[in-house]
Nanobody, 116 residues
């Protein structure tokens, strides 16, 4: 599975961005997609995850502000980010896996910069 992330950029605090992650290849081997982020000097952390039946999980720090979704017809996952804060500044990575198999794929990162 290949993952292509896009949509990063610079925005002022309080603004919004939407990230996209297009999946290609053997997409039937995965049943979850997620977004992680990594700020300088910090570990890569889970931001949001969605399963193939629409169950979502969010980091506490983004609940109520970020929404993960998928468009299965387009093989694309999205992360709608609103009310952005400078603390959201990070490289965001798309991830796909299968909860019961040792399968894990990463896309390239996309930088999100939020200025105060």
């Amino acid at each position: 599975v290949q993952l292509q992330a896009s949509g990063g950029g610079s925005v002022q605090a309080g603004g919004a961005l939407r990230l996209s992650c297009f999946a290609s290849g053997n997409i039937f081997s995965i049943n979850r997609m997620a977004w992680y982020r990594q700020a300088p000097g910090k570990p890569r952390d889970l931001v949001a995850r969605i399963t193939n039946i629409g169950v979502t999980t969010y980091a506490d720090s983004v609940k109520g502000r970020f929404t993960i979704s998928t468009n299965n017809a387009k093989n694309t996952a999205y992360l709608q980010m609103s009310s952005l804060e400078p603390e959201d500044t990070a490289v965001y990575y798309c991830n796909a896996d299968h909860v019961q198999r040792d399968i894990n794929y990463w896309g390239q990162g996309t930088l999100v910069t939020v200025s105060s």
